[in-house]
C-alpha cells in the first residue's frame, strides 16, 4: 500500500476525526450557500475573478516587474526566490541581518510549502505562530490540516487538553472563551515583543506594490506593526493589476472561504514606516517564490494558478470530509492539493492522490475562480499511466476491462455471469466480502447487485 491509502485507512479508522472535520466542513459548506444566495449574479463574478486570473497568468512576466518596482518605490525590498530552500535562506538571512532571536508569524500556506518553520527553528530563532489555529499546531506539533481552518482536526476538549498541557497560565473554566483568553494571554505578548514578523500574502497588486493579507482575529496587524522588520514571503501567482481588482478577489475569497462579506481583517501593507509616521516597521521585504509556478504554467497546469486558497473545494469534497486533510501527506490537501502536491512535490510518490476523488464535479462546480479540478485531476491519472507508476494490478485488471468493453456480446455475457455469482455470494441483500473488491468490502459491505443488468433492462424497455 502507497503512504496515501495507509494514511486514509488510519483516518477512516478515527470516529473523533470524522466527527471534527465534518462539523467544521458542514458548517462551512452551509455558510457559503448563504452568502452566496445574497451575492448578485454570482457565476458572473466567478467568471470575472476567473478571467482575472488568467490575464494576470498570460501576462505574469510584466505585472511581476511591474509590482517589483511599484514595491521599491514606496521603500520595501524586493527578493527573488526560485526554489523553497532559497527563499527560506533569505528569510534566515535577513532575521539574522536584524540580529533576531524571536519572530511572530502570521499564517502563511507558503510558508508550510518551502519548510520556513522548520527553518527558523534549525537556524535557532524563536517562531511564534500568531494565528489561533496556527498557534495549537505548534504546540500539539502537528501540520495543518485545512488551509484556512488548520486545526479542524482537533476538538474543544483535544484543543482544552492541550492548553492545559502547554500553556503557562491555563484556562479554569471549560468554556471557549476561556481557552481563547488563555491564547491570548500566551500571544499577545510575543506578538508585541517579536523582532520580526513574518507573513504571508493573499494578493500582490501591481500598480502600487501593495500587500493584502486577511486574518479573522487581527493577529497580522499585531505582530506586523510593532517589530522593526516585516517579512512577507508571496508565490509569484498572487498578483492581480489593481486594487480594483484585488477588491473583487476579496469579495470572493471571503464568501468562498467562511460565507462572510468581508474578512474580519483585511489589510494593504504598502512599504516600511515613512518620515512621520507613529507605527510600522523600519523595513519591509518581498520573497516572491517560484517554486515550480512558472514549471507549472509550461505543463499546462496553468489554470491551477487561478487559486486563491479559500479552501471551499475541500469543504465540499466527499473524499476530503472521510479523511481530513493530513491524509494527504503534503501542504496543500483536498481536490487542489491532490492537484498541487504531485506538481511541487514530484508525481511518482503522490500518484495515488489524483484518485482519492470521485469525479462529482462539486469541487469546479463551488470553485471561485472556475478552476477545473476535475479535468486537472485525470491529467495525473493520465501521466501516471502512461510513465507506468500505477500498479501491476491496475493496469492488469484496467487491460481485461478494456478487452471486454470492446466486444459488446462478450462484456454482456461477462456481467449476467458475474451478476449470478456475486447475488449467489450475498446474503441477505448484502456482501460482506469479495475478491478484487477489497478496498469496498474492507470498510463496508458491498450492496447486492440487481437480477438483471441496466443494459438487459433498458433493451427489455426498448422493446414495449
Request: charged share 20%; aromatic share 6%.
Amino acid at each position: 500500500m502507497s503512504g496515501f491509502t495507509d494514511r486514509a485507512d488510519a483516518a477512516l479508522a478515527d470516529p473523533i476525526l470524522k466527527i471534527a472535520v465534518e462539523r467544521t466542513a458542514g458548517t462551512a459548506e452551509a455558510k457559503r450557500a448563504v452568502a452566496i444566495d445574497a451575492f448578485p449574479d454570482f457565476e458572473a463574478a466567478r467568471t470575472r475573478a476567473a478571467a482575472i486570473k488568467d490575464h494576470v497568468i498570460a501576462h505574469l512576466g510584466a505585472y511581476l516587474e511591474q509590482f517589483e518596482a511599484s514595491a521599491i518605490a514606496s521603500g520595501a525590498q524586493v527578493h527573488w526566490a526560485q526554489t523553497a530552500d532559497e527563499a527560506c535562506r533569505i528569510v534566515i538571512d535577513i532575521c539574522k541581518g536584524a540580529g533576531a532571536r524571536t519572530v511572530a508569524r502570521s499564517k502563511s500556506m507558503l510558508g508550510e510549502e518551502i519548510g520556513l518553520p522548520h527553518a527558523l527553528e534549525q537556524a535557532g530563532i524563536v517562531r511564534v505562530e500568531t494565528d489561533l489555529a496556527e498557534h495549537i499546531i505548534q504546540l500539539a506539533d502537528e501540520r495543518p490540516s485545512h488551509i484556512i481552518w488548520p486545526a479542524m482536526h482537533k476538538t474543544r476538549e483535544q484543543v482544552s487538553a492541550l492548553f492545559r498541557a502547554k500553556h503557562a497560565n491555563p484556562h479554569e473554566e471549560e468554556t471557549i472563551a476561556a481557552m481563547a483568553q488563555s491564547a491570548r494571554r500566551e500571544l499577545r505578548g510575543a506578538m508585541l515583543g517579536a523582532d520580526v514578523g513574518i507573513s504571508g500574502a493573499n494578493f500582490l497588486v501591481a500598480d502600487s506594490g501593495a500587500v493584502c493579507t486577511v486574518t479573522n482575529e487581527g493577529n497580522a496587524e499585531l505582530s506586523l506593526v510593532p517589530p522593526r522588520v516585516h517579512i512577507v514571503t508571496a508565490g509569484i501567482e498572487k498578483i492581480v493589476p489593481s486594487m480594483p481588482h484585488a477588491i473583487h478577489m476579496l469579495r470572493m475569497l471571503a464568501r468562498s472561504a467562511t460565507g462572510a462579506a468581508l474578512t474580519q481583517y483585511t489589510t494593504f501593507y504598502t512599504g516600511p514606516k515613512r518620515a512621520g509616521d507613529r507605527d510600522g516597521p523600519e523595513q519591509m521585504h518581498i520573497v516572491l517564490v517560484d517554486n515550480g509556478r512558472t514549471k507549472m504554467r509550461e505543463e499546462g497546469l496553468a489554470e491551477m494558478l487561478r487559486c486563491i486558497r479559500c479552501g471551499a473545494c475541500m469543504n465540499h469534497c466527499v473524499v476530503f470530509r472521510q479523511i481530513g486533510g493530513h491524509a494527504y501527506g503534503g501542504t496543500y490537501p483536498g481536490p487542489m492539493g491532490a492537484v498541487l502536491t504531485p506538481a511541487l512535490d514530484g508525481l511518482a510518490p503522490n500518484r495515488d492522490l489524483a484518485h482519492a476523488c470521485t469525479l462529482n464535479g462539486k469541487c469546479q462546480e463551488v470553485c471561485p475562480v472556475k478552476i477545473p479540478l476535475p479535468t486537472l485531476l485525470k491529467g495525473w491519472r493520465e501521466k501516471s499511466w502512461r510513465e507506468g507508476l500505477e500498479p501491476t494490478s491496475m493496469r492488469w485488471g484496467l487491460g481485461i476491462w478494456a478487452w471486454f468493453a470492446r466486444r459488446p456480446a462478450l462484456y454482456r455475457l461477462g456481467t449476467t455471469v458475474a451478476i449470478r455469482v456475486i447475488r449467489l455470494i450475498g446474503r441477505k441483500g448484502w456482501i460482506a466480502s469479495l475478491p478484487l473488491a477489497g478496498g469496498w468490502t474492507k470498510h463496508r459491505d458491498l450492496p447486492k447487485p440487481a437480477a438483471r443488468s441496466f443494459m438487459a433492462q433498458y433493451q427489455q424497455e426498448q422493446r414495449k
